[in-house]
């Protein structure tokens, strides 16, 4: 059965950094993609990064290249999302997801039920 759980959100000021865990159970990265994404209030879910089981390639949205970093923990079934330089805009529910396809929030079937992250001042 998949499992996935986010942890690491809060609240922290623009400029500043957050690192966002995703502990999974139930699948191996070596046979699933996983991705991480975001919901802001009123928008919708957008792709944030994605590791792709073909070649274990990472890709990231234009709007956090350069912010934010992906690495993973292999041995703990860890996936870390590394964020910088937070801005206020980065505000959101983030998620993340396996079995599916990119950045696109539709093609994934299993998903973390969230985190918060909210970048005020």
């Known amino acids: 059965q998949v499992q996935l759980v986010e942890s690491g959100g809060g609240l922290v000021q623009p400029g500043g950094s957050l690192r966002l865990s995703c502990t999974y159970s139930?699948?191996?990265?070596?046979?699933?993609?996983m991705g991480w994404f975001r919901q802001a209030p009123g928008k919708e879910r957008e792709g944030v990064s994605c590791?792709?089981?073909?070649?274990?390639?990472?890709s990231y949205a234009d709007s956090v290249k350069g912010r934010f970093t992906v690495s993973r923990d292999d041995a703990n079934h860890i996936v870390y999302l590394e964020m910088n330089d937070l801005k206020i805009e980065d505000t959101a529910v983030y998620y993340c997801?396996?079995?599916?396809?990119?950045?696109?929030?539709?093609?994934?079937?299993?998903w973390g039920q969230g985190t918060q992250v909210t970048v005020s001042s």
């Open positions: 139930g699948f191996t990265l070596y046979k699933n993609s």
């Open positions: 590791i792709s089981a073909h070649d274990g390639g990472i």
């Open positions: 997801a396996t079995d599916g396809y990119g950045l696109d929030p539709w093609t994934y079937d299993g």
